[in-house]
């Protein structure tokens, strides 16, 4: 039956909407090739016809991905589905199998890891920039419910932010602010269809029994709107706490021997937020992982620093010395660690020198040390330089620029001592 006037006046304004989130978000106008994360579903399927309208005849490139998880009948169809989709409006497609879905842990959690990693790799191979992603409001009413029966603090319950790097490539959800209702009335305005997934209505999965639980609450006066205004709200502090925490970082703290050094006086002054979030910013810089141990870990490291002793988390030590509060590598979770001459030592540490046969990069050590006749006058604590990467050949240690023989070598830190202090205004 053919729209009214009325309707056709709405769904002109919808269509409107959905193409205005698109063309204003600048991460994606300055984007040459931009991916879109597709699974059939009706919010990623009104994403790719957006996208379509919106960057028709425009200087972008747009690129379709569906993953398939592999772990229930019917997602090759899906993804089949998908493919038709995209090549009816000239779009390439292509699918992303996850070929291990067997392992430990929680599987929702594996095969949205997994489901991430597949994506940026697609998008790093195609130099994609941006992937789009079709989450919506209810999206993130959904998460700051989960994240509050977790007794989040101020990140969390930020929940999704528009924009978000993920190994190397710009994540963007340009939709946040949009119903689920009205992506599927945008594609029901085109006569589009699409695939309602299964799993949407099974209550063992926390998400959608936090899906059920936004409809009762709405009945209370506390809707899908006011949740998602929350993790705005919540953002905005976020913001304002970075900012203050990166002020901290550069005002308090260095980088010595690939170490985080807080100054202790200036560090025992700030307040326990600010305190937390610089160490937590060190303890990613050194191990190049997105998530800091847990709240109570974290307060009894904090309280470490801000009085003496020792003590280790994340594969990394904390230990007070001379006014000084030193972060760095425990020496135990690098020990093993051997790499050759061109390659990333602890993903961290590059090396380069006179070249030898026979020579491999591998931690310094206390065997090690020995060599370092001057390592002293770098007023360093042994241990943090026991971490350190060095050149060895056999059992002789050939140099080490951090402890203060370099023979011609030089060692380089990735990410930089500048990517650590712009890590703290980062989300």
Same mark, same amino acid.
């Given at each position: 039956?053919?729209?009214?006037?009325? &309707?056709?006046?709405?769904?002109?304004?919808? &269509?409107?909407?959905?193409?205005?989130?698109?063309?204003?978000?600048?991460?994606?106008?300055?984007?040459?090739?931009?991916?879109?994360?597709?699974?059939?579903?009706?919010?990623?399927?009104?994403?790719?016809?957006?996208?379509? $309208?919106? /960057?028709?005849?425009?200087?972008?490139?747009?690129?379709?991905?569906?993953?398939?998880? =592999?772990?229930?009948?019917?997602?090759?169809?899906? @993804?089949?589905?998908?493919?038709?989709?995209?090549?009816?409006?000239?779009?390439?497609?292509?699918?992303?199998?996850? %070929?291990? *879905?067997?392992?430990?842990?929680?599987?929702?959690?594996?095969?949205?890891?997994?489901?991430?990693?597949?994506?940026?790799?697609?998008? $790093?191979?195609?130099?994609?920039?941006?992937?789009?992603?079709?989450? !919506?409001?209810?999206?993130?009413?959904?998460?700051?419910?989960?994240?509050?029966?977790?007794?989040?603090?101020?990140?969390?319950?930020?929940?999704?932010?528009?924009?978000?790097?993920? &190994?190397?490539?710009?994540?963007?959800?340009?939709?946040?602010?949009?119903?689920?209702?009205?992506?599927?009335?945008?594609?029901?305005?085109?006569?589009?269809? #699409?695939?309602?997934?299964?799993?949407?209505?099974?209550?063992?999965?926390?998400?959608?029994?936090?899906?059920?639980?936004?409809?009762?609450?709405? %009945?209370?006066?506390?809707?899908? %709107?006011?949740?998602?205004?929350?993790?705005?709200?919540? *953002?905005?502090?976020?913001?304002?706490?970075?900012?203050? !925490?990166?002020?901290?970082?550069?005002?308090?703290?260095?980088?010595?021997?690939?170490?985080?050094?807080?100054?202790?006086?200036?560090?025992? =002054?700030?307040?326990?937020?600010?305190?937390?979030?610089?160490? $937590?910013?060190?303890?990613?810089?050194?191990?190049?992982?997105?998530?800091?141990?847990?709240? @109570?870990?974290?307060?009894?490291?904090?309280?470490?620093?801000?009085?003496?002793? !020792?003590?280790?988390?994340?594969?990394?030590?904390?230990?007070?010395?001379?006014?000084?509060?030193?972060?760095? =590598?425990? /020496?135990?979770?690098?020990? *093993?660690?051997?790499?050759?001459?061109?390659?990333? #030592?602890?993903? =961290?540490?590059?090396?380069?020198?006179?070249?030898?046969?026979?020579?491999?990069?591998?931690?310094?050590?206390?065997?090690?040390?020995?060599?370092? %006749?001057? #390592?002293?006058?770098?007023?360093?604590?042994?241990?943090?330089?026991?971490?350190?990467?060095?050149? #060895?050949?056999?059992?002789?240690?050939?140099?080490?620029?951090?402890?203060?023989?370099?023979?011609?070598?030089?060692?380089?830190?990735?990410?930089?001592?500048?990517?650590?202090?712009?890590?703290?205004?980062?989300?």
């Amino acid at each position: 039956m053919p729209l009214s006037t009325d &309707q056709t006046i709405g769904a002109i304004d919808l &269509q409107n909407r959905l193409i205005s989130c698109l063309r204003t978000c600048d991460a994606l106008q300055e984007a040459a090739n931009i991916g879109l994360a597709v699974s059939g579903g009706g919010d990623s399927m009104a994403l790719m016809q957006a996208a379509a $309208k919106a /960057f028709a005849g425009s200087r972008h490139r747009l690129f379709v991905a569906t993953v398939d998880h =592999r772990l229930r009948a019917g997602a090759a169809d899906e @993804a089949a589905f998908v493919g038709r989709s995209a090549a009816a409006l000239g779009l390439p497609h292509d699918t992303l199998v996850w %070929e291990d *879905s067997s392992g430990p842990g929680n599987l929702q959690d594996r095969a949205r890891r997994a489901r991430y990693t597949l994506l940026a790799d697609w998008a $790093k191979a195609k130099d994609i920039s941006c992937l789009v992603l079709g989450h !919506t409001a209810d999206d993130q009413a959904e998460t700051v419910l989960m994240r509050l029966r977790r007794e989040a603090g101020v990140d969390g319950l930020s929940g999704m932010g528009e924009t978000r790097m993920e &190994q190397g490539v710009m994540l963007v959800r340009p939709f946040l602010t949009l119903r689920r209702s009205e992506l599927r009335r945008f594609l029901q305005n085109l006569d589009v269809d #699409w695939v309602d997934d299964p799993s949407n209505e099974d209550l063992a999965f926390e998400r959608i029994r936090m899906r059920r639980a936004t409809a009762q609450l709405a %009945e209370l006066g506390v809707s899908v %709107e006011n949740l998602a205004q929350v993790a705005e709200n919540m *953002s905005r502090v976020r913001s304002a706490l970075q900012w203050s !925490t990166a002020r901290a970082a550069h005002e308090c703290v260095s980088v010595r021997a690939g170490a985080v050094v807080f100054e202790q006086n200036s560090y025992q =002054r700030l307040p326990d937020e600010i305190a937390n979030r610089l160490l $937590k910013g060190a303890l990613k810089w050194l191990t190049r992982q997105p998530y800091a141990p847990r709240r @109570a870990a974290m307060d009894r490291a904090v309280a470490t620093a801000r009085t003496h002793g !020792t003590t280790t988390l994340c594969g990394c030590q904390l230990q007070v010395s001379k006014g000084r509060v030193w972060i760095f =590598r425990e /020496f135990n979770a690098v020990n *093993s660690l051997i790499c050759r001459l061109n390659e990333s #030592w602890d993903g =961290r540490w590059e090396l380069s020198g006179p070249v030898e046969t026979g020579q491999i990069i591998k931690a310094l050590g206390p065997q090690g040390l020995q060599y370092c %006749e001057n #390592w002293r006058d770098l007023d360093c604590p042994a241990a943090v330089l026991h971490s350190v990467a060095a050149v #060895w050949k056999g059992d002789e240690m050939m140099a080490c620029p951090s402890a203060g023989l370099d023979n011609g070598w030089a060692a380089s830190l990735t990410p930089s001592e500048d990517e650590f202090y712009q890590s703290f205004l980062s989300h």
